[in-house]
């Protein structure tokens, strides 16, 4: 129980659980549980989970007092043996099971202007446990400090909006005078490659050459990938970069990037043009081998290029 309310309310509590008659015939099976609910003021939308059950008392401790006719009692009277709502404690005995086709809610506001203004309990019947006692904890905010939180917010909204800005501007930017201008293409020259040839996976096959440019620590691979007909849809998932030993076996994994594509997916029977861009780690041996696969998001289909010399 809550220590403000000192020795009445807990009495107050007792007293309506021992007045409550016990359910008929066969004792209820489900585990009685206690527990505390905290209501914020930024969540007082938020539906809080109440299992009740035939015949079982529900009771429910408030700490700070709530506006007892603020509990609509007539619309919970179908259902309900026993509804008894007092500033600090709402005490509930349902007569049948709630209705999962309509599960009923019940608000209870609370005395005074801070906020949260009220708390709204979702009620339900679980047939494995039911909520025998609830306390819930209001953690209050007065309308100032509400009007500091807001301007707060405000406040970050601004900078983040600022931010958005930029990244507008920069995506606006297409081409390679684009790339110029946000700053993934400098001075210095871009190589293109045509590496190895890939080794196609189960139902994929890399249509054509693949091609990778080079510039300073930024890698592209782009290839064409083609869908078999009778393959299930391809997503593009994640590209993995492994470092070769000097057995050729795979080693440790460099590092993984995004494959990326127009589509969404590959249809059976499509192809689509993909990359993967990727930075180079600092201190990578200018002499190392690596193998680069490039996964669908269930990470079972793949395309291989193995050997690379990046």
Same mark, same amino acid.
């Given at each position: ?34 527990? /505390? ?22 009771? #429910? ?29 709402? #005490? ?24 949260? /203004? ?157 990359? #993967? ?26 395309? /291989? ?6």
């Amino acid at each position: 129980m809550f220590a403000s309310r000192a020795v009445v309310l807990p009495m107050l509590v007792m007293a309506l659980v021992a007045a409550a008659p016990a359910r008929a015939g066969a004792p209820d099976r489900r585990v009685h549980q206690e527990r /505390r609910l905290v209501v914020r003021a930024d969540e007082a939308t938020t539906l809080h989970l109440l299992r009740v059950a035939p015949g079982v008392v529900t009771t #429910v401790v408030f700490n700070d007092d709530i506006l007892p006719s603020s509990v609509d009692t007539k619309a919970l009277a179908p259902l309900f043996a026993q509804v008894k709502v007092y500033p600090g404690v709402m #005490v509930l005995r349902p007569s049948v099971a709630m209705p999962d086709s309509a599960r009923p809610l019940v608000t209870a506001r609370f005395a005074g202007e801070d906020a949260p /203004r009220q708390v709204t309990f979702l009620l339900v019947t679980d047939p494995k446990e039911v909520d025998t006692l609830v306390e819930v904890s209001r953690h209050a905010l007065s309308p100032e400090a509400l009007g500091e939180e807001l301007a707060l917010l405000r406040g970050q909204c601004a900078a983040t909006e600022a931010g958005f800005a930029l990244l507008r501007a920069q995506c606006a930017q297409t081409g390679l005078g684009g790339a110029v201008l946000i700053g993934a293409l400098g001075p210095a020259e871009v190589l293109i490659e045509r590496p190895v040839k890939a080794l196609n996976g189960p139902g994929l096959e890399v249509m054509g050459s693949t091609v990778l440019y080079r510039h300073v620590a930024t890698r592209v691979m782009a290839f064409t990938l083609g869908n078999a007909p009778d393959a299930a849809p391809w997503m593009p998932g994640v590209a993995r970069l492994t470092l070769l030993e000097a057995d050729g076996k795979p080693g440790r994994v460099v590092l993984e990037a995004p494959v990326r594509m127009l589509e969404a997916r590959l249809s059976p029977g499509t192809r689509g043009q993909a990359v #993967v861009e990727w930075h180079m780690p600092k201190g990578s041996a200018p002499d190392a081998r690596y193998l680069m696969e490039a996964w669908n998001q269930e990470a079972d289909r793949a395309v /291989r290029w193995e050997g690379l010399s990046l």
